[in-house]
């Protein structure tokens, strides 16, 4: 069953709004074939193609946990989690614009 998903989201990925537009990739391009890749189980792949994916996975899973079970380090670690996840985005879409 676990491979009829990922068959079905690997045949099913959204096209890229932006870049169908522009011509040029958005910041979130790679996120879909990086979660298959992570779906896969593999990691370095995943992050190979969108380093920030695991970080903001994280996140969620963090914050959906701080919502139910209010941590008192909770928001301090978001906060890092957040901030790390934007600087991956921006450092990795720098060194994709100017890679092609």
Same mark, same amino acid.
């Given at each position: ?11 099913n990925?959204? $096209?890229? $709004? ?5 011509g ?8 879909? $074939?990086?979660?298959l ?8 792949e ?5 380093p ?11 914050l959906?946990?701080h919502?139910k079970f209010?941590?008192?380090?909770g928001t301090v670690?978001l906060?890092?989690l957040?901030?790390l ?5 921006l450092?990795s879409?720098?060194?994709k614009i100017?890679?092609?």
């Amino acid at each position: 069953m676990w491979q009829n998903i990922i068959n079905w989201l690997e045949n099913n990925l959204a $096209t890229c $709004t932006f870049q169908k537009h522009f011509g040029i990739a958005c910041p979130g391009c790679g996120l879909q $074939t990086s979660l298959l890749a992570l779906l896969k189980g593999d990691i370095w792949e995943s992050i190979h193609l969108y380093p920030a994916l695991i970080p903001m996975l994280s996140m969620l899973s963090l914050l959906l946990l701080h919502l139910k079970f209010k941590f008192s380090w909770g928001t301090v670690i978001l906060k890092y989690l957040f901030f790390l996840s934007v600087l991956l985005i921006l450092f990795s879409y720098i060194y994709k614009i100017n890679s092609y």
